[in-house]
Nanobody
């Protein structure tokens, strides 16, 4: 399965962007989905996740500015980013976590290739 992000780009501080993600085929056993971001030289960090019940988790730095939702057509996550700041500049990755159960259940990550978001005046 390939995930392809869209919606990245350059924006001035205070601006907005919306990120989307499309899967190359139907994904089964989705447990959670969301977005991560990474700056060169730093570890990839969680931005936001949404579970099958609609419950959400956000990084403290993006609370009240970003909103994660589920695109029910594509069964992938969207990310609405408002009031963007220069420190939001990063490569953003779509993430889908599928659940596989054998003797125990475990999440497996599917990743997109990333889309650049640059916030600068």
């Amino acid at each position: 399965v390939q995930l392809v992000e869209s919606g990245g780009g350059s924006v001035q501080p205070g601006g907005s962007l919306r990120l989307g993600c499309v899967a190359s085929e139907t994904i089964f056993s989705i447990h959670r989905m969301g977005w991560y971001r990474q700056v060169i030289g730093k570890e990839r960090e969680l931005v936001a996740l949404i579970n099958n019940s609609g419950g959400t988790t956000y990084a403290d730095s993006v609370k009240d500015r970003f909103t994660v939702s589920r695109d029910n057509t594509n069964n992938t996550p969207d990310l609405q980013m408002n009031n963007l700041r220069p420190e939001d500049t990063a490569v953003y990755y779509c993430n889908v976590k599928v659940l596989r159960c054998g003797s125990a259940c475990r999440e497996y990550d599917l990743w997109g290739q990333g889309t650049q978001v640059t916030v600068s005046s």
